[in-house]
């Protein structure tokens, strides 16, 4: 059984860090897209950050030059560095991956690529 499991949210003050963790159990995900999606209250889940097997990234407009997305292949891990943080990027963080690797650019950011999602993380960003 696959499972994706998120760990580091918390609560943090405007303009701080956190590094979300996202490790997948049940399968290797080393030639898979993974990525980071957020939905805040009231609000429709949206893309965050993905990369692809060979380590081809794409961001979120938004959190560019903040928010950073990396994996470890052999650890079968994929993190989110989150820095300059602002209230507006409070929001349950889920990771995801998807089952084909090959994708890369805005193709990363469709929800519909994503075929494993974990429970999410809680991140509050405060003024």
């Known amino acids: 059984q696959v499972q994706l499991v998120e760990s580091g949210g918390g609560l943090v003050q405007a303009g701080g860090s956190l590094r979300l963790s996202c490790t997948a159990s049940?399968?290797?995900?080393?030639?898979?897209?993974m990525g980071w999606f957020r939905q805040a209250p009231g609000k429709e889940r949206e893309f965050v950050a993905g990369i692809n097997w060979v380590g081809s990234i794409y961001t979120k407009d938004s959190v560019k030059g903040r928010f950073t997305i990396s994996r470890d292949n052999a650890k079968n891990t994929v993190w989110l560095q989150m820095g300059s943080l602002k209230p507006e990027d409070t929001a349950v963080y889920y990771c995801?991956?998807?089952?084909?690797?090959?994708?890369?650019?805005?193709?990363?950011?469709?929800?519909?690529?994503?075929?494993?999602w974990g429970q999410g993380t809680q991140v509050t960003v405060s003024s």
């Open positions: 995801a991956a998807a089952r084909s690797g090959d994708y890369a650019g805005p193709t990363l950011g469709r929800m519909s690529l994503y075929d494993y």
């Open positions: 049940g399968r290797t995900f080393s030639r898979n897209v």
